[in-house]
């Protein structure tokens, strides 16, 4: 199947996905922040450079895209019907390195904790915060 798009507009429309400071991240930020949490923004310190750095709690937070991560619980995530094969490689190659960058952290001896888009709207906001201050705290 072709591509709806010219090569133009779909290299457009890709130059503007973010890869930092999402709207998923910004409404985390800000309710952990309102909550009374302090944290530092894409650690370069870290590996995958973490979206949130908790460091008094040696806990880092990835706000992960339903579609970029491959979230398949949630309805949101579909392969492509355009371009397959680099839409196979590009997702794959994500997730592998997504395990990587946690292990990798996880060895450090950092807790991890992945928080997807979707668990990020308006009806479910509350729940994940309070699921990730349980998380916070378990030693």
Not at 36 to 61: A, E, S, W
Request: hydrophobic share 30%.
């Amino acid at each position: 199947m072709a591509d709806n798009h010219t090569t133009e507009i779909r290299k457009l429309n890709m130059s503007h996905i973010r890869s930092t400071n999402t709207k998923p991240e910004e409404i985390l930020r800000h309710e952990l922040f309102r909550r009374g949490y302090r944290y530092r923004k894409n650690d370069k310190r870290l590996p995958g450079k973490p979206d949130i750095v908790l460091p008094k709690y040696r806990t880092v937070v990835f706000v992960n895209g339903c579609f970029w991560h491959m979230h398949t619980e949630c309805g949101k995530f579909h392969w492509p019907s355009t371009n397959v094969e680099y839409w196979k490689k590009k997702i794959s190659n994500n997730v592998v390195r997504d395990e990587y960058v946690q292990r990798t952290i996880t060895e450090k001896g950092w807790k991890v904790i992945v928080v997807w888009e979707c668990q990020l709207k308006k009806k479910n906001i509350q729940d994940t915060v309070n699921e990730i201050e349980k998380q916070i705290h378990v030693k």
